[in-house]
Each structure stands twice: as structure tokens, then as C-alpha cells.
């Protein structure tokens, strides 16, 4: 015989309006204390989450919020992440400029990217949600949204925080690597990391973070740090000022120190501030190392004296990762170009590097 709490989860299929609402309302809280809840009968429940997306907005919000909690669970995932149909369902309503349930349905978005099929984001095609976007691909249009609608400026229900996540998630993989660092023939030859390395010092902490994984994620790819460094003008990304401008504050710098700064760095207002987040901070010192890999990395770091701004950092931080990440940088930049040892490709073999590659915690975000 059910429970109470069984025969309300069957309640989130019932014809009437008011206790299906009744029902999502009452149930979030134990989308998180008893999740089992969710699973009986093959899923079934979820199958009803799933058909409440498309229900009257206050059902669908409930509704969204269970999805998210429940998606940690590993065969929930799979349910969501593996299901075509419901996947361009929520993309055919985040890219609605006027959904009310737009934010929620990015969080459930980001945790998808912990399923590896999510990268078919990168391939799928559907209609182009003029004017928000002019590309047909599912990644690109995702990216619009998360570019025009900061701040509420494409929905005014919405800030797409939460897609950065997602992207951080896909810049796992190498295609979805590619993807961001590969020019766009559909949106006039743009790099599309660059519609997003302008968020580092926004001011939602989601964004940036989120922003600082996925500009972290893409520097895995050793074979394009030359794009990452060249100037957006020249078809780069011009990566540097954005992260070296979160790494600075208020302080003030010798001639010495100034000399070969890029000059977004110089001249800064006397109330600059630096980056809250620790775990902010480590994601740009990290991308900051992967990127003297190569000598050529290590050389431009040098010529635009990185090295000030993070002893800087590391006095004014007292984050022992912080200044463990500091460190670490500071001994590839100051060491002697001749005993570094470059392999046949340029490439050195720099000290705790390896470490950053295999620690999968660093390139994971939790939105939960």
C-alpha cells in the first residue's frame, strides 16, 4: 500500500490544475531529503516532471527546481541528458525571450553538463531564434542568450548566469574545446570564447566563475595558446587582460614594474578591486600556467610582467591556494629560459602542471 508521500508524487499527473500545482509546491523540499521518492516505478515521476515544464508557469517553476535537485542522481541524468525531445523543449524555451522559467531551466541546463552526451549541444541543429541569434547550432544560440540576456537586456525575467557553468562543463571535452576556439562561419568569423572572456569581472559571482572554468577548460588545448594570446584583431581571443585585470587591485606599481604592462593593466582607478573568490582567483592563476607551457607563452607572460602583478597578489591574498597558485606560476616566470628543458615542440616541462590536468575536482562546477 503507498505511503502519503508516494500518492502525492502520483498527484504530478492529475487532471486537475490546482492539485497538480499543490502537489509540485509540497514535493520540492523532498526532491532533496528523500530523492528515492522520484524513482519508483522506472521513473515514472520523472517522466511527470518532465511533461510539468510545459504547465502553467508556477507548476513549471516546481517542477524545474525537483529536475535540478534530482539531476545529481546519476539515472536521473542519464533520463534527462539522453532524451532528445526534452532537451530541445528546454532549448526552445530558454532561447524565449519572454519565458518566465528561463533562469531555472539554465540551472537544470548546467547540471546536464555533467552527462557526456550533452556535448551534442555542439552539433545540434534547430530553427535560428531571430534576432536573439544567427547561428542554427543549439551551443551558439545558447551563447546569445548569455551574452544579450546579462542583466535582464533579452528577458526580463532572466541574467542566464547558469549557462557558464554548462560551458565550463563542455570546454571539458576537446570538441567542445574546438568549438569555442574555432572562428564561427555562421556569426561573421567569430571566435566565441571572446563573447565571453569579457565577463571576468562582472559583477555576478555565477558568471564569473563559471567564466573562469570555461576560459580555464579551453587552455587545455596547448596547440591553440597562440590564439589564445593573439590580439582579437588578428582572429585571438587576447586572453591577458582578462585575467590578469581580476587578479589586481588598488595597489601602485614602480616604473620598473609598469614597463611592458599591456596598458589595460596600467593607470588603474584608485577603487579597482581585486577578485573576491578565492577559487575565482585559482582558476585565471591556473590558466595562467597551462599557458607557459609553451615557450612562446612563457615568453609574452615575462614581456607583459605578470610576474609584479602576481607577487602583488600573493602579498595582498592570504588564501593558502591562492599563494600556493602563485608560487607555482612565479617559478616557471623567473626561471632561466636555458634550464627549463623544451622538449622538441617548445614545449617545457613545467613542475605541478600535471597536477591540474588530472584533478577532475578543478574542472568540475557544482551549481548544487
Do not use: W
Not at 510539468?52 to 533520463?79: G, H
Amino acid at each position: 500500500m503507498p505511503t502519503e508521500l508516494e500518492e502525492l508524487v502520483e498527484f504530478l499527473h492529475h487532471g486537475n490544475t490546482t492539485i497538480r500545482q499543490t502537489a509540485a509546491e509540497h514535493l520540492v523540499g523532498y526532491s532533496t531529503a528523500q530523492p528515492s521518492l522520484f524513482k519508483r516505478n522506472q521513473l515514472e515521476p520523472v517522466r511527470d516532471l518532465k511533461l510539468l515544464v510545459k504547465d502553467y508557469a508556477p507548476i513549471a517553476k516546481n517542477a524545474l527546481t525537483i529536475l535540478v535537485n534530482l539531476s545529481e542522481d546519476e539515472e536521473v541524468l542519464k533520463s534527462l541528458a539522453d532524451d532528445d525531445a526534452y532537451l530541445e523543449s528546454l532549448l526552445k524555451r530558454v532561447t524565449d525571450e519572454k519565458e518566465p522559467n528561463a533562469n531555472e531551466q539554465c540551472m537544470l541546463l548546467a547540471n546536464l553538463g555533467k552527462s557526456a552526451s550533452i556535448k551534442k549541444l555542439l552539433k545540434t541543429k534547430r530553427d535560428v531564434p531571430k534576432p536573439l541569434s544567427t547561428s542554427p547550432i543549439a551551443i551558439d544560440q545558447l551563447l546569445d542568450c548569455f551574452v544579450k540576456g546579462s542583466e535582464g537586456s533579452y528577458n526580463k525575467h532572466a541574467d542566464y548566469d547558469y549557462l557558464s557553468y554548462l560551458f565550463a562543463d563542455i570546454a571539458k571535452d576537446e570538441a567542445g574545446r574546438n568549438h569555442f576556439l574555432t572562428p564561427r562561419k555562421e556569426d561573421e568569423k567569430i571566435v566565441p570564447l571572446t563573447k565571453l572572456v569579457v565577463f571576468t569581472e562582472h559583477k555576478s559571482t555565477i558568471r564569473r566563475r563559471g567564466v573562469a572554468n570555461t576560459i580555464k577548460n579551453t587552455a587545455f588545448n596547448v596547440h591553440d595558446h597562440h590564439r589564445l594570446l593573439a590580439d582579437q584583431s588578428d582572429d585571438g581571443v587576447g586572453i591577458l587582460p582578462y585575467l590578469l585585470l581580476p587578479l589586481m587591485g588598488d595597489e601602485e606599481y614602480s616604473d620598473e614594474d609598469t614597463e611592458g604592462m599591456l596598458d589595460e593593466c596600467q593607470l588603474l582607478p584608485p577603487d579597482k578591486q581585486r577578485e573576491k573568490e578565492a577559487d575565482i582567483i585559482c582558476a585565471h592563476l591556473d590558466t595562467l600556467l597551462l599557458l607557459t607551457t609553451s615557450k612562446e607563452g612563457r615568453e609574452k607572460l615575462r614581456d607583459v610582467k605578470v610576474y609584479p602583478i602576481v607577487r602583488e597578489l600573493h602579498m595582498q591574498v592570504e588564501t593558502e591556494d591562492v599563494r600556493e597558485g602563485c608560487d607555482r606560476l612565479v617559478q616557471v616566470l623567473m626561471r632561466d629560459e636555458e634550464g627549463e628543458g623544451d622538449d622538441a615542440n617548445g614545449c617545457a616541462v613545467v613542475p605541478k602542471l600535471q597536477e591540474i590536468e588530472e584533478d577532475e575536482d578543478e574542472q568540475i562546477v557544482d551549481v548544487l
